[in-house]
C-alpha cells in the first residue's frame, strides 16, 4: 500500500510574495476552487495579520471552499495566530501554520534572540494555537541553514506542543539533494516523538533546485510539500506544484506514496494562475509550457506518431491539454457559456456578471471567429481587471503609425469619474499611447516590464499584455486582453496605475517586527 502524500499549495500566499503577484479577493477565490477541485489537501490562503485585505481574502476562501483544508499564515506571535484563527473560522476544516525561523543567521540578526527564547516562543504560539484548531502546523524558518542538534529540540517540542505537521523550509533555496534528503531522513530518525507529525518541506528555487530538494526529502520520509502553481513565489520561487506532482505520479516504481490530485486539472489552474498574475509561463516549462508535448524534430515526430511513448512519459491529456480546443463560437449561447466557464472554474456570482461576461464573449467572437479556453480565461481576467479600482478608467484610444512616420496616440480618461484627454508621440503606438496616459496622470512610476502574450494562435489572437510599474519601492502587475495589441497595452497600464493608487498595508511574513 502506498502513503498519501499531502500536497499544500501555497500559491495563494508564498506566490503571492512574488513582485507584482498580488491578487484580489474575488481572483483568490477563484483560484481556491480550482486547487480544491484539483484535490489539493491544503489551501494555504494568506497572511491574515498582514492587511484587512489578507484577511479577507483568506476568510473569503474559508467560507468557499469545502473539500480543502483552508489553512493561514502566523508568525509566532499571540495577536497573529489571533488574526489566522478568526479568519479560517468558517473553514469546514482550518489549518494554522505558525513559524519562527530557527537558524543562527536570523535568530541573531533578524530575531536577536537566544535560541532557548525561541524555542519556548514557538512552544507557546503552537499551544495557542491549538486552543483554535488541533490542526497546527509548525514551520522552523530557515530550517535549511539551522543547526541539526537546535531544529531537533524545536521540533520536538513543537510536536509535544501540539503541532501535527512539522514543516522543514529550505527558505533561501540553498541546499542540494542529496543533503536535503538527508536532513529530512536524519530528523525523522532523530526526534524521539517524530512519529506524531507529518513531515513536511517548503523549498525555494533560488539554485533551480526546490522541485529535486522536494522529491529527495519525500525519498527519504516527508509526507507534504508545499509547492506552487507554475512555482510562483517569494524570489525564484517555490517548487512547482504540477512538477511535484507528475514526479510521483510518473515515477511510481521510485516513490513509495502518492498524491490525490486530479492531474487533469493542472493546465487550467496554470493557466488560471497565469492570467491572474501576469507572469506568463516560459514555453518550455515543464508539464505547462506551450512546448511540453510538442515535438519538432522529424525523428521525433515519426517516433510519436508509430509509437506514443518513444519520445513521451506522461500523456497530455491526463494533465489538462485538450486535443480539441476548439470550444465556442459566435452563436454560442448563454448557458453553454456558462457552463464552459464553470469548467474553467470561474462561476459567476449574480447574473449582472454572467451578463457583462457574456456580452464581452460576444463582442470579441464578433472579432475573432474561433474562441478557444484560453480566450474564454483572458477575457475574464480583463473583466476583473477593468473593474477591480474605478480610478482611472479608459474610455477611448486613437493610435495611428505609418512607415516614415512618427506614430502618436490620444488616449479619453476618466480621472476619478473626471474626463480629460491626452496626446503624445513615441517610438512605437504603444510607447506613444503610454506616454499620451502619462502626460494626463504624471504618475511618476517606473516601467519594469512590458511583456504581450499571444493567448491562442493566429494573427487574430488576443493579445495579452503585462504592464510592470515601480513607484516608491512598490511593484504592481497591470493586464490587458484585446485583438488588439496597443488597446490591451493601454488597458494593462490602466489597470497598473489603478492598482498603484490602491492603499497597500501589507506586511510581510518574513518581517520579524510588529505591525
Ligand atoms: O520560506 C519560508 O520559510 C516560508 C515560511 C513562512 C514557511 O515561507
Ligand atoms: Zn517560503
Known amino acids: 500500500m502506498t502513503d498519501r502524500l499531502v500536497i499544500f499549495d501555497t500559491t495563494l500566499r508564498d506566490g503571492e510574495q512574488s513582485p507584482g503577484a498580488s491578487m484580489t479577493k474575488e481572483q ?14 491544503v489551501i494555504e490562503a494568506g497572511f491574515p495579520i498582514a492587511s484587512e485585505g489578507d484577511f479577507d481574502s483568506v476568510r473569503a476562501v474559508a467560507q468557499s471552499v469545502s473539500d480543502s483544508t483552508v489553512c ?59 486552543n483554535f484548531t488541533d490542526d497546527v502546523e509548525f ?45 529530512i531522513g536524519r530528523l525523522k530518525a532523530a526526534v524521539p516523538n517524530a512519529d506524531k507529525a507529518i513531515f513536511s518541506v517548503h523549498c525555494h528555487n533560488d539554485l533551480g533546485l526546490a522541485v529535486a530538494n522536494s522529491l529527495a526529502a519525500v525519498r527519504h520520509g516527508a509526507r507534504q510539500v508545499e509547492c506552487t502553481i507554475n512555482g510562483l513565489g517569494e524570489r525564484a520561487g517555490n517548487a512547482s506544484l504540477e512538477e511535484i506532482v507528475m514526479a510521483v505520479r510518473t515515477r511510481q516504481d521510485i516513490f513509495d506514496c502518492d498524491t490525490a490530485i486530479d492531474t487533469t486539472q493542472i493546465v487550467p489552474a496554470s493557466r488560471l494562475v497565469s492570467n491572474i498574475t501576469g507572469f506568463p509561463v516560459q514555453p518550455n516549462k515543464a508539464i505547462v509550457g506551450a512546448n511540453a508535448f510538442a515535438h519538432e524534430s522529424g525523428i521525433h515526430q515519426d517516433g510519436v506518431i508509430k509509437n506514443r511513448e518513444t519520445y513521451e512519459i506522461m500523456r497530455a491529456q491526463d494533465v489538462g491539454w485538450s486535443t480539441n480546443k476548439m470550444v465556442m463560437g459566435k452563436h454560442s449561447g448563454r448557458s453553454a457559456f456558462r457552463a464552459r466557464m464553470l469548467e474553467l472554474g470561474v462561476e459567476f456570482q449574480s447574473d449582472e456578471e454572467l451578463n457583462d461576461a457574456f ?40 493610435s495611428r503609425s505609418k512607415t516614415g512616420e512618427i506614430p502618436v496616440s490620444r488616449v479619453s480618461l476618466l480621472v476619478d469619474g473626471e474626463p480629460k484627454s491626452g496626446n503624445s508621440e513615441g517610438s512605437g503606438q504603444v510607447d506613444a499611447t503610454f506616454k499620451a496616459i502619462e502626460s494626463v496622470v504624471h504618475s511618476d512610476s517606473q516601467l519594469q516590464l512590458y511583456s504581450v502574450n499571444n493567448v491562442t494562435r493566429g494573427t487574430d489572437s488576443q493579445g495579452e499584455v503585462t504592464v510592470r510599474l515601480e513607484n516608491g519601492g512598490r511593484i504592481v502587475n497591470g493586464h490587458g486582453a484585446d485583438t488588439d495589441i496597443v488597446i490591451a497595452s493601454a488597458k494593462a497600464y490602466v489597470n497598473a496605475l489603478n492598482k498603484l493608487m490602491s492603499p497597500q498595508d501589507r506586511a510581510h511574513p518574513q518581517n520579524n517586527g510588529l505591525i
Not at 483568490?28 to 480544491?36: G, H, P, S
Not at 483572458?378 to 473593474?387: H, I
Open 139 to 183: 514551520s522552523a524558518e530557515d530550517a535549511g541553514r539551522s543547526e541539526f542538534d537546535f531544529l531537533c529540540r524545536i521540533v520536538e517540542a513543537a510536536i509535544d506542543a501540539g503541532a501535527r505537521t512539522i514543516n522543514i523550509p529550505d527558505t533561501v533555496g540553498y541546499n542540494l539533494p542529496h543533503q536535503f534528503g538527508d536532513l
Open 28 to 41: 483568490k477565490v477563484r483560484i481556491a476552487k480550482v486547487l480544491e477541485k484539483m484535490r489539493v489537501d
Open 72 to 130: 493561514g499564515l502566523a508568525r509566532a506571535l499571540d495577536k497573529d495566530i489571533e488574526r489566522a484563527a478568526a479568519a479560517i473560522s468558517p473553514a469546514e476544516s482550518g489549518r494554522i501554520h505558525t513559524f519562527i525561523a530557527t537558524s543562527p543567521i536570523h535568530m541573531q540578526t533578524k530575531l536577536r534572540m537566544q535560541p532557548d527564547a525561541v524555542l519556548e516562543q514557538a512552544v507557546r504560539a503552537v499551544k495557542m494555537a491549538r
Open 359 to 398: 456580452y464581452r464573449f460576444k463582442e470579441l467572437a464578433d472579432k475573432k471567429h474561433e474562441i478557444f479556453d484560453e480566450d474564454l480565461q483572458a477575457l475574464v481576467t480583463d473583466a476583473g481587471a477593468e473593474s477591480e479600482n474605478e480610478w482611472l478608467r479608459l474610455e477611448q484610444l486613437e
